[in-house]
Structures are given as structure tokens and as C-alpha cells.
Nanobody, 116 residues
Framework: QVQLVESGGGLVQAGGSLRLSCVAS????????MAWYRQAPGKQRELVAI???????NYANSVKGRFTISRDNAKNTVYLQTNSLKPEDTGVYYC??????????WGQGTQVTVSS
């Protein structure tokens, strides 16, 4: 079955960095476009970054220049390097395919909290 396991979140001060990881199973990882999403308190989940099977990347304007998405197909893992974090980056971060896996599969997410 599909499993998405995110990790690497934490509490950091503004300007700090975190490296998020997500291990995916139950999907053919290397052919899928993978993505990171986040959900801030009281807001809808939003797309943050995507990386295609060929390694092309795209980012939400709010994180461009600060976040970097990467993938390791041998490990079925997608990463999100987050730098120069801001309080508005606070939220639960999730990985999934893009578009999302049909059937509503989501992991537990990893909490990122940025203090000012």
C-alpha cells in the first residue's frame, strides 16, 4: 500500500534552516513528479515545490530562492532544503506526487515552526 513518511521538521528561529525528508513506498517513485505541500494553521494546503522525474524544479513564489527540492530515486526519497526561514513558513509539511495520489493518500506530515 501507499506510504508517505515525512521527517525533519522542528522549531527554528527566523533565518534558520531545516532539511525535510520524505520516503515514499507503494508507488513507482522514479517516474512520478514529486512535490512538497504545506498547510498553515487555519489555511488550506498549498503546493510549495515540485520536481519532475527528469529533475526539473518549480517553486511557489513565496519560497523561491530560499527552498530547494531534490530527489534520490535509489532511496525513494524526496528532500526539501529550507533556508532563510520566516514565521510565515510555519505549518505542517507533506510530500505527495503532483498531482496528488488518487484516493486521498497523505502521510502524517512534519511540523515546521519558525519563531520571530
Amino acid at each position: 500500500q501507499v506510504q508517505l513518511v515525512e521527517s525533519g521538521g522542528g522549531l527554528v528561529q527566523a533565518g534558520g534552516s531545516l532539511r525535510l525528508s520524505c520516503v515514499a513506498s507503494g508507488i513507482i517513485f522514479n517516474i512520478n513528479t514529486m512535490a512538497w505541500y504545506r498547510q498553515a494553521p487555519g489555511k488550506q494546503r498549498e503546493l510549495v515545490a515540485i520536481i519532475t522525474s527528469g529533475g526539473n524544479r518549480n517553486y511557489a513564489n513565496s519560497v523561491k530562492g530560499r527552498f530547494t527540492i531534490s530527489r534520490d530515486n535509489a532511496k525513494n526519497t524526496v528532500y526539501l532544503q529550507t533556508n532563510s526561514l520566516k514565521p510565515e513558513d510555519t505549518g505542517v509539511y507533506y510530500c505527495n506526487t503532483c498531482p496528488e495520489i488518487s484516493g486521498g493518500y497523505w502521510g502524517q506530515g512534519t511540523q515546521v515552526t519558525v519563531s520571530s
